[in-house]
């Protein structure tokens, strides 16, 4: 019923950016919470950047002063600017949203299928 498109991942040199998009579709009535998530090779998948509806964000420190999430409520849309790269960046980054159907009675969690990320030395 619902999908999440993800796009923007690439190779870039440390010190570049890249630009995220994600791009949610289906039969939604309604997004509470849209984010970010990265997983690096043989690690856990960890939060990066979230946002509300309303407005909040939360950042996780490793990223704060050179990640930037914005969201488009508009066209379903949420996106990750991403500055100053790090070789620690390197990960799969999953898109995420919190999304009732309609018809629905509830929030649920939808996943992109992940955009990989590579930042060179």
């Known amino acids: 019923q619902v999908q999440l498109v993800e796009s923007g991942g690439g190779l870039v040199q440390a010190g570049g950016s890249l630009r995220l998009s994600c791009a949610a579709s289906?039969?939604?009535?309604?997004?509470?919470?849209m984010g970010w998530y990265r997983q690096a090779p043989g690690k856990q998948r960890e939060l990066v950047a979230t946002?509300?509806?309303?407005?909040?964000?939360n950042y996780a420190d490793s990223v704060k002063g050179r990640f930037t999430i914005s969201r488009d409520n508009a066209k379903n849309t949420v996106y990750l600017q991403m500055n100053s790269l790090k070789p620690e960046d390197t990960a799969v980054y999953y898109c995420?949203?919190?999304?009732?159907?309609?018809?629905?009675?509830?929030?649920?969690?939808?996943w992109g299928q992940g955009t990989h990320v590579a930042v060179s030395s």
């Open positions: 946002t509300t509806s309303g407005g909040s964000i």
């Open positions: 995420y949203a919190n999304i009732m159907v309609v018809s629905g009675s509830y929030y649920a969690n939808s």
């Open positions: 289906g039969s939604i009535f309604s997004i509470n919470r």
